[in-house]
């Protein structure tokens, strides 16, 4: 049993690759009339998609209405969906670009080139839309995908694939461009995990659990999509009601996602002048506060900070407040107890801001703004895969462009080495 | 024991990590300034290098004289080693600039900006000169470094590394930004790879075992510098006169490095006209062909390939050679049995140039010219920490600029996101 599911994952794999081959070579054009048809089938084929929807629905009975509310299609949710591929259709190809040209002095020439990455397989938790805007992405980088969504929803997102790879079958590409894993067998993702031949990248996009196990089984290169434990400063220079409109935006405009703020920190100086007015706006808005004994000591509603607090990504109506004592003790903060994602600092001193963007090891830094601005779409990038938190080849969001590589084409006359 | 030396590399990567703060932000003139008296220590000191040198070599009996001869080291080497940190002294600084800027319609002012990518791990064999080659481009590129190099040179290194290391304290550096493990215990490499919270990155360069085991056993990203099977493809529009100076260069100019042909394609339309004459010449030159059926009927005296051959880095003066059927052909060869390092094709046929350049997989693809040239100083990025297989974040040569990574800073004034 276990011999048959590697040997049909090592197909699919193989085929993936060889497919990549010929995905790499489209024109631009091709691309998109497939993206097109991709849209209007995704609308065509509603009723099957959300027929088994219904099905992933009527099988997740105890979980909670949030995990529900993700799962859940409609049909504003289906046209989103094909909103987003014609969204793809409009961005540049990334694939082809010349990002630097230069010639030597015995007359070569060097043109570092942008290229697909070759094998993308995506592993993720959530969504079932994450497999429509996934399958666009990659196809438009010229990349093969192999997908591994959540079990939770399985039929889903068997659904939107057949109606994608349909319109890929109809325009006569490869049946190795997109593929979905449709076991249910935990034991696929180990074993696609050491594929290194035929995968080149692999970007999981989940929880703590799922992060770790891809990390310690894969020989394949990973790009992690991990938590956001995001913080915004209050420093002692600070414009006090701009802080409080960012602190309070960054925490409550949607609080379940990963660039929310999760713990915030103000320096001593702030304290008393800032937050009995903040914590009081946020009780009043349902947040939970847990804080430092300074923290605790202005609003003694709150309740006290562990250690692991300061670790804790919440996606909730919580909050962890730390009163700092300078700058660099907030900076040391962020560096050890963050996550490297989005970290903004409130202040009006260009100094203490200089030294923040270049001292936080993050991917995303802020002066006096909200932290709810990390995304692809807001950044301008469009469609985005999500938010890397790892620092290689691609960190923050990560769209078309961080789905290519590059190769040097070099153009010669019979230079030889002397 | 075991424990004892986790403990004791547990300590080596928190501080490189520590230390990796520090130098992500020292002036380009710092950095310059250490790396010059780095320069001049490695020349004051050298008896002391050269004599560690030498109980590296009374204990390297019984290796071939290859071997020893990469790891003798002489006043001569000494000097390299040194003028290459002089080297690095005149390549830009690769912190800091400014990559991407522009402005969202909301105000946000988004800079995508260099940065170092923190803490670097370099496992290699072979020559001691890597040691300093290493530290000064991971100095210069803002990033701790730590280094576990050959048993067979430990002592050359740790001089290397003492001499070194000594400048850096000088200069009021903190003591964990350049770091080289010295105990031999071969579970040292195991342990550093699971210390995926202070280590970025890990470049393993050698042979295949050591690529393999750090590979299966890493939890941090590998960028992997791994063997050249560099192909020269001769098609039916070459210039047969260039393609045979150009394949002999790419064999014999230095037949023990990575970008050194190991494998010649030829049209089965030229064949004919080139093999006898070409094969002559490689007989001439000491080089053993091992080739497909059609090779062996023209040079009776070559020996039929394997399989194993055609996958096969020689680096030394043998050649596997097959005959192809076309240029699809070529290319499919090069993709399956190469190791999409450098490939080269000769013609005077634009049109068949274009699809070698489009559809070889490599990080260098080359139209007439030799694949010696896939070299970072011989591309004019200067030195190099060596020439990555792999498609993420670094592709080809591996300069200071692949040794850093980007940040996003983010310039506000008060936005927050409706």
């Given at each position: 049993?276990?011999?048959?599911?590697?040997?049909?994952?090592?197909?699919?794999?193989?085929?993936?690759?060889?497919?990549?081959?010929?995905?790499?070579?489209?024109?631009?054009?091709?691309?998109?009339?497939?993206?097109?048809?991709?849209?209007?089938?995704?609308?065509?084929?509603?009723?099957?998609?959300?027929?088994?929807?219904?099905?992933?629905?009527?099988?997740?009975?105890?979980?909670?209405?949030?995990?529900?509310?993700?799962?859940?299609?409609?049909?504003?949710?289906?046209?989103?969906?094909?909103?987003?591929?014609?969204?793809?259709?409009?961005?540049?190809?990334?694939?082809?670009?010349?990002?630097?040209?230069?010639?030597?002095?015995?007359?070569?020439?060097?043109?570092?080139?942008?290229?697909?990455?070759?094998?993308?397989?995506?592993?993720?938790?959530?969504?079932?839309?994450?497999?429509?805007?996934?399958?666009?992405?990659?196809?438009?980088?010229?990349?093969?995908?192999?997908?591994?969504?959540?079990?939770?929803?399985?039929?889903?997102?068997?659904?939107?694939?057949?109606?994608?790879?349909?319109?890929?079958?109809?325009?006569?590409?490869?049946?190795?461009?997109?593929?979905?894993?449709?076991?249910?067998?935990?034991?696929?993702?180990?074993?696609?995990?050491?594929?290194?031949?035929?995968?080149?990248?692999?970007?999981?996009?989940?929880?703590?659990?799922?992060?770790?196990?891809?990390?310690?089984?894969?020989?394949?290169?990973?790009?992690?999509?991990?938590?956001?434990?995001?913080?915004?400063?209050?420093?002692e220079w600070a414009d006090l009601n701009m802080a409080e409109k960012i602190c309070f935006n960054a925490k409550l405009q949607r609080p379940g996602v990963c660039n929310a703020m999760e713990s915030m920190l103000v320096h001593r100086d702030a304290a008393d002048r800032f937050l009995p007015g903040m914590l009081k706006k946020f009780k009043d808005a349902g947040v939970q506060i847990r804080g430092c004994p300074t923290t605790v000591r202005i609003a003694k509603w709150a309740k006290a900070a562990t250690e692991k607090d300061y670790r804790t990504e919440y996606l909730d109506l919580i909050l962890s407040v730390k009163v700092v004592q300078d700058l660099d003790a907030a900076i040391a903060h962020i560096n050890d107890y963050g996550s490297h994602h989005s970290d903004s600092i409130v202040t009006e001193d260009r100094e203490n801001a200089k030294r923040f963007l270049r001292r936080v090891d993050s991917a995303c830094v802020y002066v006096n703004a909200s932290t709810r601005f990390t995304d692809g779409n807001q950044f301008g990038m469009g469609a985005e895969i999500g938010i890397s938190t790892d620092k290689l080849h691609a960190r923050g969001p990560m769209g078309l462009q961080e789905l290519t590589t590059y190769k040097y084409m070099i153009f010669g006359s019979g230079q030889i080495r002397e």
């Open positions: 049993m276990k011999q048959n599911l590697k040997k049909e994952l090592e197909n699919i794999a193989k085929e993936a690759l060889q497919a990549s081959r010929a995905l790499a070579v489209l024109s631009t054009g091709a691309k998109n009339a497939v993206l097109k048809d991709m849209a209007a089938a995704l609308l065509n084929k509603r009723v099957v998609i959300l027929k088994a929807n219904k099905k992933d629905i009527a099988g997740s009975g105890g979980k909670g209405r949030a995990f529900i509310d993700r799962l859940t299609l409609n049909h504003a949710r289906i046209k989103q969906m094909a909103d987003s591929l014609l969204d793809i259709v409009k961005l540049k190809d990334p694939v082809g670009r010349v990002l630097r040209a230069w010639k030597l002095s015995n007359g070569l020439r060097i043109n570092k080139v942008s290229s697909p990455i070759g094998v993308v397989a995506i592993i993720y938790e959530s969504r079932p839309n994450v497999t429509s805007d996934c399958i666009g992405l990659c196809f438009k980088s010229g990349n093969s995908v192999i997908l591994r969504g959540g079990s939770e929803s399985l039929n889903s997102n068997i659904a939107i694939y057949n109606v994608l790879n349909a319109v890929m079958l109809k325009h006569g590409l490869p049946c190795g461009a997109i593929n979905l894993i449709e076991v249910s067998d935990r034991k696929a993702v180990d074993i696609l995990l050491k594929f290194n031949n035929y995968i080149d990248v692999v970007i999981p996009r989940g929880g703590e659990e799922l992060i770790n196990k891809v990390v310690s089984s894969s020989r394949i290169p990973v790009i992690k999509h991990y938590k956001g434990i995001c913080h915004v400063y209050v420093d």
